[in-house]
């Protein structure tokens, strides 16, 4: 028997989906299976716990999903849960399915959700923090942030080539949202010789200054990292700038875009997933409530909804200075 009288859970997947939440919702899954307590999967995030869309699951059905991007759940953004109306039928489903908490594996949006949900009443809620981003306080990493990385990494080291071969600039964006995680350390580990992120004001004039040393010190093709989110301009407003400046580069932009966002999710991703699936269903049944559940420095830790939603994750300003030395 579970403790705390546990006996029912659901699990959503919300918001953006993220290499890795398969992995993570096989680990609730399985782990509930374990410890005897009776699982739902909810389809289509909080859109299906509306309208009920929500299947038993069991160990098998978490079968050959550990590897899979994406999500078998498949995500979604429900206008209708923004609304009073709409979480009381959400909380009508959970009544007749006799649901004690909701495992909600997704970003701080879906976390915000799920709070609201349980003020207003009184389901019990966990947070499992799914995006690429990495912009959730309360944990190390995120669930799929590797896997964007890496797959952002593989594409710069692509886009590199042709750059070299050809002497070019490349201006490239990667995702983040509002966080310059992927930028920073896609942009280290591809030897970049500009990392534009929101976190750091930067200006042009140094931008033009660091290709000035780059050409002083015989670079002939270079690489800018540009973060989603990046204030000083939209990616192709910054290479305008730039050719304005330097009328002889040759120039080019890439938007990596979604790719980042898909495929098999890495190692690092898997066992961060199951860890935080299991953290899970054993932090409901030790008494968590209203709190997303978390590794840092390889443990299990849980944080209180509102800080993982309100907080956030300093970057390394250190990794900064770093790129900055290396780059030349
Ligand atoms: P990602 O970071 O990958 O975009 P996310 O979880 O932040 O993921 P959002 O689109 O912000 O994604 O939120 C997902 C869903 O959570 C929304 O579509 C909505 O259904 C619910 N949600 C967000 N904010 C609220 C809120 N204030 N009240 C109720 N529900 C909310």
Do not use: W
């Not at 306080?137 to 990494?153: E, S």
């Amino acid at each position: 028997m579970s403790e705390n009288n546990i006996k029912s859970i659901a699990v959503l997947t919300s918001g953006g989906d993220a290499p890795g939440m398969n992995a993570a919702l096989r680990a609730v899954v399985r782990t509930a299976n374990h410890y005897k307590i009776d699982c739902y999967g909810i389809r289509e995030g909080y859109n299906g716990l509306i309208a009920g869309d929500i299947i038993k699951m069991g160990p098998r059905s978490v079968k050959n999903i550990i590897n899979q991007g994406g999500t078998i759940l498949k995500s979604a953004r429900s206008k209708e849960f923004m609304t009073p109306e709409g979480r009381k039928k959400a909380y009508d489903q959970c009544v007749k399915l006799g649901v004690d908490a909701i495992v909600c594996i997704g970003g701080d949006g879906s976390f915000t959700g799920a709070k609201v949900f349980n003020e207003e009443h009184g389901i019990k809620v966990i947070g499992v923090p799914g995006t690429i981003d990495n912009d959730i306080f309360g944990t190390d990493k995120t669930i799929g942030y590797d896997t964007a990385l890496n797959t952002a990494m593989d594409s710069i080291d692509k886009i590199r080539d042709t750059a070299t071969s050809h002497n070019r600039v490349f201006f490239v964006e990667v995702m983040g949202r509002d966080a310059g995680f992927i930028a920073l350390n896609s942009g280290i580990a591809t030897g970049a010789l500009d990392i534009l992120i929101p976190e750091r004001k930067d200006s042009l004039e140094d931008l033009f200054n660091t290709f000035r040393t780059a050409e002083k010190v015989g670079k002939s093709s270079s690489i800018v990292v540009v973060a989603e989110g990046e204030e000083l301009g939209n990616i192709y407003d910054l290479a305008k700038a730039t050719k304005g400046e330097f009328p002889n580069y040759d120039i080019r932009v890439t938007i990596l875009g979604h790719i980042q966002r898909g495929g098999s999710p890495s190692c690092a991703d898997r066992v961060l997933a199951s860890h935080l699936g299991y953290g899970a269903v054993i932090g409901l049944m030790e008494g968590q409530n209203k709190v997303m559940v978390g590794m840092q420095s390889n443990k299990i830790v849980y944080t209180p909804i509102e800080e993982a939603i309100k907080k956030h994750n300093e970057i390394d300003k250190d990794l900064l200075k770093i790129a900055e030395i290396l780059a030349m």
